[in-house]
C-alpha cells in the first residue's frame, strides 16, 4: 500500500501520517514512513527524541551520497551527472527506526523556480519513484501541497492520494489546487480526510463541499494539541483519533479494492 498524503501547511498531515504508519506498524507490516514535506517534522510526530531528530540528516544534504551516485557535487548545474543514480539502497541504509516505523527524511531541494535539473534533485526523485514502485511494503509518505514533482510514472504506483482538509475555505482551496495538480500528472482521483471537525456544521460543510471524495472525519482534539505541547505522539494521546483513523484506513483499503 503507498499512500501519499497533502493538503495545506498546519491541516494536520504530519499528525494522519504518523498515526496512520503506526497503525500498520500495529498489523506487523514493516513500514517506511518518508518526510517529503520541507517543513519537516515527522520525527517528532512518531516519537523520536530530540537528540534522535538531531541526528537525522535529510538525504538532499548528505553531499557525499549525492556526489557518490550521480557523480556531480550537490549544487552543481549544468555539469554531466548520471540521471539513473543507483538508489535501492538508501532506504534500509539511512532510514531510522522507532516502534515498527522506518522513517526516511528526504530533505528539500531549491529548485530555484522552474525545472532545475541538479544533481539532489535527480537523486531524490528517483528514490521517490523507488519506493513508490519496488518497495512492497507500506509506504506513508507526508507532502507538501505540491505533487507534481512526483511524474506520471511515480504517481501511477501510488495506490491513494489524500489531501488532509480543516472545515475552512483556504484549505479547500488548497484541495482543489491538488486536484487540478493531480489531473496534470494523470492521478484521475482523490481522496479527502476531513480534521479538526469540532461539530455537526462543520461536517455539513465538509461534506456539501468534497461530496464522496470523502474518506472520513477526524474531530478537534485538546488531547492532540496538549501532545504537541508536550513533545509526545498523538498516536499515545488520543484513543479516539486513532480509532477515527482505522475507520478511515479501512475506507482507503477498500476504495483502493474498489479500483482494482
Ligand atoms: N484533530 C486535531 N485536533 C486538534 N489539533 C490537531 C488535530 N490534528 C492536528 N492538530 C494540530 O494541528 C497542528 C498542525 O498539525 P500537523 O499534523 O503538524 O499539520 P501539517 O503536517 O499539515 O502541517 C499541530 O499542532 C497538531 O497537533
Ligand atoms: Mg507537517
Do not use: W
Not at 487540478?180 to 456544521?201: C, F, H, M, P, Q
Not at 504537541?228 to 488520543?238: E, G, K, L, M, V
Amino acid at each position: 500500500m503507498k499512500i501519499a498524503i497533502t493538503g495545506k501547511g498546519g491541516v494536520g498531515k504530519t499528525t494522519v501520517s504518523s498515526i496512520l504508519s503506526r497503525l500498520y506498524a500495529d498489523e506487523g507490516y514493516r513500514v517506511l514512513a518518508v518526510d517529503a514535506d520541507p517543513d519537516a517534522n515527522l520525527a517528532l510526530a512518531l516519537g523520536f527524541t530530540k537528540k534522535e531528530i538531531d541526528e537525522i540528516v535529510p538525504i538532499s544534504e548528505i553531499k557525499d551520497l549525492i556526489a557518490e551516485r550521480t557523480g556531480a557535487q550537490s549544487g552543481s548545474i549544468g555539469s554531466f551527472f548520471k540521471m539513473n543514480p543507483k538508489v535501492d539502497d538508501i532506504p534500509e541504509r539511512y532510514c531510522r527506526t522507532l516502534n515498527g516505523v522506518s522513517l526516511l527524511t528526504m530533505g528539500t531541494v531549491d529548485t530555484g523556480g522552474s525545472g532545475c535539473v541538479c544533481p539532489e534533485h535527480v537523486l531524490l526523485k528517483r528514490l521517490t519513484s523507488h519506493l513508490v514502485l519496488q518497495n512492497k511494503d507500506v509506504v506513508i509518505m507526508d507532502m507538501e501541497a505540491g505533487i507534481e514533482h512526483l511524474g506520471r510514472g511515480t504517481a501511477s504506483g501510488v495506490d491513494a492520494f489524500i489531501v488532509v482538509i480543516e472545515p475552512g475555505v483556504r484549505s479547500l482551496q488548497t484541495f482543489e489546487k491538488v486536484k487540478k495538480l493531480a489531473n496534470d500528472i494523470g492521478v484521475s482521483e482523490i481522496k479527502v480526510v476531513a480534521n479538526k471537525i469540532r461539530n455537526k456544521e462543520d461536517e455539513d460543510f465538509i461534506r456539501d463541499n468534497v461530496g464522496d471524495s470523502l474518506l472520513g472525519f477526524i474531530h478537534y482534539s485538546k488531547d492532540v494539541i496538549d501532545s504537541d505541547r508536550n513533545n509526545q505522539s498523538a498516536y499515545d494521546a488520543d484513543l479516539n483519533l486513532k480509532e477515527e483513523i482505522k475507520i478511515i484506513k479501512n475506507a482507503i483499503e477498500s476504495s483502493v479494492r474498489n479500483d482494482s
